[in-house]
């Protein structure tokens, strides 16, 4: 070797070691923090922003360089970076729809048999769940190839449904209507839904005209049940379309919602139609194949499951099926599956070998690897930021992205939250493969993090828990606190061991279970920091995730307590208070009181009746962890409860009119809360006459009625019928902030919107036929609900609606929902906050 060589070589090898390693391509990108960012006073970066959008059971394309999400209802969005979304959708609108044009006509092939102001979406329209992609080999009219292709929804009851596609040039529309593909809830013989005309015979679905062209070998006496009615423990309910293809290039499509299961057909790949089995059979491991529905992939007898989707994965060689299992609302337990097959036909597995077609009656909980469920990181007194912590309700139907520019993989969906009622936004998070080939979900939203090595080091320390498990529940799962120990040696509210393998693979063993997945930081929107966190899976398909906190001594930790514990605003107390007696990383708060005539060391409040003076006390909290405590005191005023007036009362004795005079008198409107025409009759009520209203009519109030911070309602109801969200009385600032006295949807209860929804639970919901009262009142954001003079509610943070003197008021009918049906007497809206004898008063029979 030359002396030139090697002195070459040797300065080559010098500048290995001295050049940072930003320059031979290990920097992290900028907006990333580095390795020490969950320790205090080193520089995070800028925090990531967000817009955020409603858009429910979303489905995503990206074209060109914006993301889309397209949803039901009507709702579509798009992002150039997954984080700021913007709607550009029109909802229902009718003609001038942005995604349908004219949206009657256009739709009028499907809402022939379901959707359109039928059954059970009388009052309005019912498309759901729509898929969008392009097709570069459909051909379009013209004999041109290429186009955007919707495959939506329309339905009018848990059945009654039917998938239909159109067609468009530009990817948000307006989409031009081709056909209607699939139907479901159809019956032997002529049969009608409650509310309905429409003729559910068989023969009047596509079936017969593919019959009469030899499609299919005549109709299938197993889709009825023996009295004629559809048979949905076997069949699906025909909406939740999602197209994709196989690895050869086919075009497949999933569809189906509960009951009888997820099915799929093969698509035409140039006419967009469905290329029917043409008759019955089975797969070789025995699952159904029907000759109109398809082949059956998933769920059955009667159990939850929903919003299918299939993506492929070219680095596994498995396609992925996602399913959401549980009810959608608040209360639902929503919560994603997943399963895969190295065939597009399935079967689909879950990580016990578990198939996707349930087998029976059985629990379902057990089948398909959970991804993600209610849960929340809580944030407990002392630790860093505001609000109750970070978490999701009943979080589902989502679809599946995969760039194929950077390789990252994206879950997105729809969530409700906790303590916002049905509140629901568009979510993503990035997906990750373990070892074994199973996605794995980060913990926090999408917020530009990529996967890196990390460092040991970074991972020792406190984690907040949270384990999914397999339960389909509405109970939130709260997080534990663990540590991850230098030794390997996992410590805290569970135990176990953990190991970091390659550059970023978590191996986690917890109570005997062992979960494979990945280390990554993340932003926690909570503290506001990038923190470690940790995703991953076990074999029995239960995930579990980990957000990493800041080192704290037990000194520090006492310090964030007390400054962090709060009750409020303690000079205008009206209502109990909530006294908490654990902050962070498990540290103790007891408590005492001065007098607990006034309020108790559990925080219970003895208000005085109007007219006396207010209470005064202090409560002391005492804060310890070991050998740290500190104590901090709050002296309480209790205010007596307001004399209440009345200031509008509305008896509908054959007429509007309202009694004391500080108001005008009603009038009639339609269906809606701004539409013209309607009637409202009067017949015998609870005292002289009460108004009837007919289920397509309603009353304008004044505006003004309510125009404080503290009020009441009271008024008698006899429901002829309940549907889902049909309010008595309503109110409303504008069409975003409103308050709603809600008889029926699973509980009676008052609910409003604003910023945060905010739900008022009766816990039980009234009859019909029979006169009720209800009553709620408002003092200064503390709400209470009575039904017949009976507290069954009470509740703090409640919005602050009625900001101005020109709110909108109206009785049975808004902006959105089937108005009331039923008998309404004795309207009385009073300036202040009755007290509870009172109200127990105006529910006697004879006031």
């Known amino acids: 070797m030359s002396k030139s060589l090697l002195g070459f070589m040797l300065v080559f090898l010098m500048l290995i070691f001295i050049i940072p390693s930003t320059i031979l391509g290990n920097d992290k990108p900028a907006s990333q923090p580095n390795e020490n960012s969950n320790k205090p006073g ?473 979960y494979n997945g990945v280390f990554i930081r993340q932003w926690n929107p909570t503290s506001e920091r990038y923190v470690m966190t940790f995703t991953a899976v076990s074999k029995e398909g239960v995930s579990v995730w980990g957000s990493k906190q800041l080192d704290k001594t037990d000194e520090e930790i006492v310090e964030d307590v007390v400054n962090d514990l709060s009750l409020g605003d303690t000079d205008h107390v009206i209502s109990n208070l909530t006294l908490p007696t654990e902050g962070t990383r498990h540290t103790e708060i007891s408590w005492k009181t001065s007098d607990s005539s006034v309020v108790t060391a559990e925080g219970e409040v003895n208000r005085p009746e109007a007219g006396s003076e207010e209470l005064t006390a202090t409560l002391t909290a005492t804060i310890t962890k070991g050998d740290i405590t500190e104590t901090k005191s709050f002296n309480i005023t209790v205010l007596p409860y307001k004399k209440a007036g009345l200031v509008a009362h509305y008896a509908f004795e054959n007429n509007l009119g309202e009694e004391t005079n500080n108001f005008g008198a009603g009038t009639v409107t339609g269906n809606r809360i701004d539409n013209t025409g309607g009637t409202i009759t009067y017949t015998d009520g609870k005292f002289g006459n009460a108004a009837v209203f007919d289920g397509s009519s309603g009353v304008r109030l004044p505006n003004g009625l309510i125009s404080s911070s503290t009020y009441s309602v009271s008024l008698w109801l006899n429901p002829e019928q309940l549907t889902n969200y049909t309010t008595t009385f309503f109110g409303a600032r504008d069409s975003n902030n409103w308050v709603s006295l809600v008889p029926g949807g699973g509980s009676t209860k008052v609910w409003s919107g604003s910023e945060r929804w905010y739900d008022a639970p009766t816990g039980m919901t009234i009859n019909t036929d029979e006169w009720t009262h209800l009553a709620f009142t408002v003092d200064n954001s503390v709400i209470s609900v009575y039904v017949n003079g009976e507290e069954k509610f009470t509740g703090t943070d409640f919005p602050n609606i009625f900001t101005t003197t020109g709110a909108s008021f109206s009785l049975g009918v808004n902006w959105w929902d089937p108005p009331f049906k039923g008998l309404m007497d004795e309207l009385r809206i009073y300036e202040g906050a009755l007290s509870p004898s009172q109200i127990a008063n105006l529910a006697q029979p004879n006031n």
């Open 42 to 514: 080193i520089d995070q970066g800028e925090a990531p922003e967000f817009t955020d959008v409603s858009v429910h059971d979303p489905s995503i394309i990206k074209d060109g360089d914006t993301y889309y999400v397209f949803g039901s209802h009507i709702e579509a969005a798009k992002s150039t970076d997954l984080k700021n979304w913007t709607r550009f959708t029109n909802g229902y609108t009718t003609p001038g729809n942005e995604i349908y044009g004219d949206l009657s006509q256009n739709l009028a092939g499907s809402f022939a048999w379901a959707g359109e102001d039928d059954a059970d979406s009388k009052g309005g329209y019912a498309v759901w769940a729509p898929e969008v992609f392009w097709s570069e080999d459909y051909v379009n009219e013209d004999g041109s190839k290429g186009a955007y292709m919707i495959y939506y929804s329309a339905s009018s009851t848990y059945i009654r449904s039917a998938i239909g596609f159109a067609v468009s040039q530009d990817i948000e529309g307006p989409y031009k209507y081709v056909d209607t593909i699939v139907y479901s809830g159809f019956t032997e013989e002529e049969a009608y839904d409650e509310d309905s005309d429409v003729n559910k015979k068989w023969t009047n679905t596509n079936i017969k005209q593919l019959i009469d062209n030899g499609t299919l070998n005549g109709k299938n006496a197993d889709w009825f049940n023996s009295g004629g009615s559809y048979n949905n423990s076997t069949f699906p309910n025909a909406i939740d379309a999602n197209l994709f293809y196989d690895k050869n290039g086919k075009l497949w499509m999933t569809y189906g919602s509960w009951s009888g299961g997820i099915f799929m057909l093969e698509i035409n790949k140039t006419t967009g139609k469905a290329i029917y089995p043409g008759k019955d059979g089975t797969t070789a491991d025995g699952r159904l194949v029907d000759r109109y529905f398809g082949t059956k992939i998933a769920g059955g007898f009667g159990k939850s499951g929903e919003g299918p989707y299939v993506v492929y994965d070219k680095n596994t060689e498995y396609y992925y099926l996602y399913i959401s299992y549980g009810w959608l609302g608040a209360d639902g337990g929503y919560n994603m599956r997943v399963f895969r097959s190295k065939n597009p036909g399935g079967p689909y597995l879950d990580g016990k070998g578990k198939n996707a077609v349930l087998p029976g009656e059985v629990d379902h909980s057990r089948y398909g690897n959970k991804l993600m469920g209610n849960f929340l990181f809580e944030r407990k007194v002392g630790d860093p930021g505001t609000g109750i912590g970070y978490g999701y309700v009943s979080p589902g139907h989502n679809s599946v992205f995969y760039d194929s520019d950077t390789g990252q993989k994206f879950l997105v969906f729809h969530t409700r939250f906790p303590e916002t009622g049905e509140m629901h936004e568009l979510r993503v998070h990035q997906i990750f493969m373990n070892k074994e080939g199973w996605p794995v979900v980060a913990p926090y939203r999408y917020a530009d993090e990529t996967l890196e090595k990390v460092n040991r080091q970074d991972l020792i320390g406190a984690y907040k828990f949270i384990n999914h498990g397999k339960d389909i529940s509405g109970i939130i799962k709260n997080s534990v606190l663990i540590h991850l120990n230098k030794d390997n040696t996992i410590s805290g509210d569970v135990t176990g061991t953990w190991k970091k393998t390659s550059h970023n693979q978590a191996k986690i063993t917890v109570d005997g279970d062992t």
